[in-house]
């Protein structure tokens, strides 16, 4: 027998198999029960969802010689001749391809004919936005005054492209995406009916990809029934060529801790291993979701993903999930969606290139993990004016240690603003100065020692070594009245490096 696709071997026959549409489903069947049916019903929403099968079900039950409580009892002779589609009374058309005047103008002249076999002539119309103008014009004739023994059905995923002569003169129905759980149900009964297993996890990951289509869910299903008997979430990874999933959490650790260059490199890594871009950036909000769920109910079934929630914050994971979901739905119709992906991770790393109230907020923050980070690595280390992190990967505000909070008399975050203003107003007169200034931020103040840091190490390490800093000593040096000494201060990734590699040359401060 020739290999039949699961999602079509499982088309649901009855108004109970249908899952996750029980509002619509209930009511069509009470109408067929009490006789009280429309003669003309319009179902829409997204794809695959169960429009056309609810059609059929529907046709088929109008027509049942025996139905039973408003379903068909799918072993009479209309039954097994719908369930073939030979039921001579139930006519589907597809608008896609029979979208002429011509073809409205022949229902038109055939629906005058009774039905030969059963209690109505019903018309399914799949794709009916497809239909050109002039065919739905002569088809709203028809379902103007359609005799009694008609029903038409139609369906469409494009409610906005059909005209709303057709919509008033229609009882619709909204079909809505199907819920994880529902798909994840349907799922089962398939997997006993062709004996086979799998774990809840894997069907959970199936439901999730399919985002709401139980056509796409079973289509995936399909896949990974040829490759196992029993499906795990490793049979759903390769069927759907996922991304190690540790190197997913990798690049979520990297991204909390603004390391542009971690990020970027497990992020080619992961494409390079051959996951599509559209493949991995769902994969990638997929995690950031669950953080978002484990930072808003404290669940703790996974404790990565519970440390970096912490880590993260949930105003972060917000943002996160904004920008990237953004992007996904770029992504669909861009010609080089690895190019929108790359971006969106630019921007999640580097807020300084936004200019809303939110980015300006996670400047601070990422400006307050990094000196925090670097006041924890050793005395003096940390400028005075970092304050404390907001969460630490535990989620507990951590304290800075004491020596740090010596550090500085007097110097609080608003005198070193003040401060490093007037020092950049002076220095932008002077053309040696001037370009230099705008990435540096004066991070303390010891009595004439100022403390200097970027993000930018190697432009730290280039001005350290050129003229800039005398000339920069000499300008402070005239506002503070005194002589003035610069010191650099490099981010804390920079000092791990400089640690790992030269340790004769461990210079930050002090
Ligand atoms: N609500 C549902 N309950 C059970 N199975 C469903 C449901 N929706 C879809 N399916 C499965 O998906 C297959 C396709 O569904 P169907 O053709 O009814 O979707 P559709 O909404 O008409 O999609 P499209 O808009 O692409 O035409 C069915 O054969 C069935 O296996
Ligand atoms: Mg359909
Ligand atoms: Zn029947």
Redesign the pocket.
């Given at each position: 027998m020739a290999y039949k696709a699961?999602?079509?071997?499982?088309?649901?026959r009855r108004f109970a198999?249908?899952?996750?549409?029980d509002a619509i489903a209930s009511v069509l069947q009470s109408q067929v029960k009490s006789g009280e049916v429309s003669h003309a019903y319009l179902?829409s929403?997204?794809?695959?969802?169960?429009?056309?099968?609810?059609?059929?079900i529907l046709a088929c039950a109008l027509n049942c010689l025996n139905p039973q409580d408003g379903e068909p009892c799918l072993e009479c002779e209309n039954c097994k001749q719908a369930l073939q589609d030979s039921m001579i009374d139930i006519v589907e058309m597809d608008a896609a391809s029979n979208n002429s005047v011509d073809n409205a103008r022949d229902i038109r002249d055939k629906v005058k004919l009774l039905p030969a076999k059963g209690k109505y002539k019903v018309y399914i119309i799949?794709?009916v936005h497809m239909l050109s103008d002039s065919a739905f014009n002569a088809l709203l004739k028809t379902l103007e005054e359609p005799p009694g023994h008609v029903v038409f059905i139609l369906?469409?995923?494009e409610l906005n492209a059909l005209p709303k002569t057709v919509l008033s003169r229609c009882q619709r129905f909204d079909?809505r995406h199907?819920d994880e759980r529902?798909m994840v149900k349907?799922m089962r009964e398939?997997l006993d009916a062709i004996s086979k297993t799998a774990d809840e996890e894997a069907l959970l990951e199936i439901a999730g990809a399919a985002e709401g289509?139980?056509?796409d869910?079973?289509t995936i299903l399909d896949k990974c029934c040829s490759l196992a008997e029993h499906i795990t979430l490793d049979t759903v990874s390769e069927v759907l060529n996922f991304a190690d999933q540790s190197l997913v959490t990798g690049f979520l650790q990297a991204l909390g801790d603004y390391d542009e260059k971690t990020a970027l490199v497990s992020l080619s890594q992961m494409l390079d291993s051959g996951t599509e871009p559209d493949v991995l950036v769902s994969q990638i909000l997929d995690t950031i979701r669950q953080m978002l769920y484990i930072a808003v109910t404290g669940d703790s079934r996974s404790e990565t993903l519970q440390q970096l929630a912490g880590h993260w914050g949930k105003k972060n994971i917000v943002r996160a999930l904004d920008i990237l979901a953004a992007a996904q739905n770029k992504m669909k119709y861009a010609a080089r969606p690895q190019i929108l992906l790359e971006t969106a991770v630019m921007r999640l790393l580097l807020p300084e290139s936004e200019t809303d109230v939110g980015a300006l907020e996670l400047r601070i923050e990422k400006l307050e993990k990094k000196l925090a980070l670097a006041a924890l690595q050793g005395p003096g280390s940390a400028p005075a004016a970092a304050p404390a992190p907001i969460e630490n990967p535990a989620g507990k505000p951590k304290k800075r240690p004491a020596e740090v909070k010596e550090a500085a008399p007097g110097a609080d975050s608003a005198d070193l603003e003040a401060l490093w203003d007037k020092i950049k107003k002076a220095g932008s007169a002077e053309p040696a100065v001037k370009p230099f200034l705008h990435e540096l931020v004066l991070a303390k103040q010891e009595g004439m020692r100022l403390f200097l840091t970027s993000q930018n190490a190697s432009k730290l390490r280039m001005l350290k070594q050129s003229s800039f800093k005398g000339e920069l000593e000499r300008i402070a040096g005239e506002i503070l009245g005194g002589s003035v000494v610069f010191e650099f201060v490099f981010p804390e990734e920079e000092q791990q490096r400089m640690q790992l590699y030269d340790r004769e040359n461990i210079d930050i401060i002090d």
């Open positions: 699961l999602y079509r071997e499982f088309r649901p198999d249908l899952k996750g549409q179902f929403g997204p794809r695959g969802t169960g429009k056309t099968s609810t059609a059929k799949d794709e369906a469409t995923t079909f199907i529902a349907r398939v289509g139980l056509r869910a079973l």
